[in-house]
């Protein structure tokens, strides 16, 4: 039997890094784990905007502690990845030194920068007629959303000049940390693809010239591309001391989490769906050509696995819900009292966390929270319509609800959102019929239960599904690496744990709240506006 080989990943996500050391047998296994936070920070205008040394600090801190717990020799790593939060904007000097905080996917002030690049002229899914098609045709998708990156960089363009004339090159968050570690300039093939201005037909010789004219992006600000398997450079001396890894360690290019996260979930095949509720929430279904529905802002994305792609759809703000929930309905009052029982008077305590407080909770409601409908929409909402207007609303409050009924409509509503993209991607592709659930939303059986119930379909978890992303990015090393022939052996490597099965009896009242829950954007598209426009 072979020896095990040792490799640490990186898992970049909104709100803090997750460091992992794992072994690669004949299944990856989790040795060790380090987590640490970061800010987002949220400005009045709809910026949303992280400090990259933010990250670099807590991937330094979490790379000692792993090392530190297992009593790993940092000699012993045979290679590094990253799985990681996509459609960043990092700016860096020649230095790598970034020129201003990052704009993250969430960041929506570039309006006015989207309306005079494409939202103009004879127009189709409000993108200009002609410059749609072009993109349609070059890069498989069109930057028709005021979150898209390149509507970001052209932002700093005209709002900071002086900090664009430092710009040397155009990264995105991963692509960031791997020039921290290696001092090299790159960008994986799913990251550029993210940019729109990649065109899908040349593989790594993608850049667009025709796209980089037509948005106004300046060729000399991309990086080269690289595959994710490939390796990318290696830890320098100085990284290496800042980290506690070996100088000269491997790195290889990694993925976005809507690259990675679908191999560390084990859904690689063709037509396999999974579901994925962490900070940010999504449907994706594994496709082998280029897919897009413009009307409803859903498309084929390249993933990590070569001639595969994601027909992703996305909701920014899922688990997002959840922890405004935890902070606005629960916390204020649990904080004090646990079952009319002050904390403090408590011999043992009663629950472990608030979020296994809300799960008890809910699982007390019935199905369809009482007539109560969540919409998820608190930071705007992309797909399966585009409107950074829309927000979120408790509908049909009675004076018969409490807080038990809104707790449980909030995970009800993401849940319709989540089936709302299911039945969008149905109308190009198939999806399956077994829904692989992965996240930190899965970790609660009544969560998992309640989205087969909203969906209507079978639901499987893995092992530590708030790990997966971390899994396909070691993966990513092993094929990298040569111990692995492709991706693809992801299916093999992370089995299904868990099975939710729908419950018919809940259906009708199911049905009936999706149907109410589809209809209030429409009736409420021009009051958003007038509120948040």
């Known amino acids: ?11 970049v996500g909104t709100t803090g ?33 992280q400090d990259p040394n933010e990250w670099w600090e807590a991937m330094c801190a979490t790379t000692r502690e792993v090392l530190q717990k297992s009593g790993m020799d940092p000699a012993g790593i045979k290679g590094v990845s990253f799985c990681s939060q996509m459609q960043g904007v990092v700016l860096v000097d020649q230095k790598g030194e970034p020129v201003r905080r990052a704009m993250s996917y969430m960041d929506q002030r ?39 990156p390149v509507w970001k960089y052209k932002w700093v363009e005209a709002h900071e000049p002086e900090v664009f004339r ?38 790594k010789e993608g850049w667009s010239r025709e796209m980089c004219d037509m948005l106004g992006v300046k060729p000399e600000h991309l990086a080269p591309i690289k595959k ?46 999974h579901i994925y509720c962490g900070t940010s929430g999504w449907v994706s279904t594994v496709v082998d050509k280029s897919v897009v529905d413009a009307s409803a802002m859903v498309a084929a994305i390249v993933g990590a696995q070569p001639g595969r792609f994601n027909y992703f759809a996305e909701l920014e703000t899922a688990g997002k819900c959840l922890e405004w929930v935890k902070d606005h309905l629960a916390l204020d009052e649990i904080d004090i009292y646990l079952e009319k029982k ?48 829309a927000r979120g609303m408790f509908f049909n409050i009675s004076l018969e ?46 969560t998992c239960q309640i989205l087969a119930d909203c969906i209507g379909r ?26 692995l022939p492709s991706l693809d052996e992801a299916k093999r490597m992370v089995p299904a744990k868990k099975t939710f099965t729908p419950d018919p009896a809940v259906k009708p009242v199911y049905d009936r709240n999706y149907a109410v829950f589809k209809e209030l954007y429409k009736a409420n598209k021009k009051n958003f506006a007038a509120l948040n426009g």
């Open 458 to 483: 079978r639901v499987e978890t893995v092992d530590s599904p708030q790990n997966v992303g971390a899994v396909g990015a070691a993966v990513v090393v092993a094929v990298g690496l040569g111990l």
């Open 110 to 148: 570039a309006r006015e920068e989207l309306k005079k690049g494409l939202a103009y002229g004879p127009q189709i899914a409000g993108a200009n007629v002609f410059k749609l098609l072009k993109s349609l045709q070059i890069t498989g998708a069109v930057a028709a959303s005021v979150k898209d």
């Open 1 to 11: 039997m072979k020896e095990p080989t040792y490799v640490i990943t990186y898992d």
């Open 17 to 49: 890094v997750k460091t992992c050391l794992f072994e690669i047998g004949e299944i990856v296994r989790l040795k060790a784990a380090s987590m640490r936070g970061y800010q987002l920070y949220v400005l009045p205008d709809g910026g949303a905007e």
């Open 228 to 273: 994710s398997t490939d390796q990318v450079g290696v830890v320098t001396e100085q990284a290496a001391a800042q980290l506690g890894l070996k100088a000269g360690t491997a790195v290889f290019g990694g993925g976005g989490d809507a690259a990675l996260i679908g191999v560390g979930a084990g859904s690689t095949a063709l037509g396999d769906t």
């Open 166 to 203: 430092r710009v040397h090159k155009w990264l995105d968050v991963k692509e960031f940390l791997i020039c921290k570690m290696t001092g090299e300039f790159v960008m994986t093939q799913d990251s550029a693809f993210a940019a729109l201005i990649y065109d899908i037909r040349k593989g």
């Open 401 to 446: 609800t409490g807080k038990t009924e809104l707790i449980r409509a909030v995970t009800e509503g993401v849940c319709f959102h989540l089936r709302w993209f299911l039945e969008t991607e149905e109308k190009k592709v198939k999806t399956s019929d077994t829904i692989r659930f992965v996240g930190g939303g899965a970790l609660s059986d009544i």
């Open 342 to 389: 002050h904390v403090a008077e408590s011999t043992e305590a009663i629950y472990t966390s608030l979020y296994d407080y809300m799960a008890k909770v809910i699982s007390e409601v019935p199905a369809g929270s009482n007539g109560v409908i969540f919409t998820p929409w608190l930071h705007g909402n992309r797909c399966p319509f585009e409107d950074p207007n």
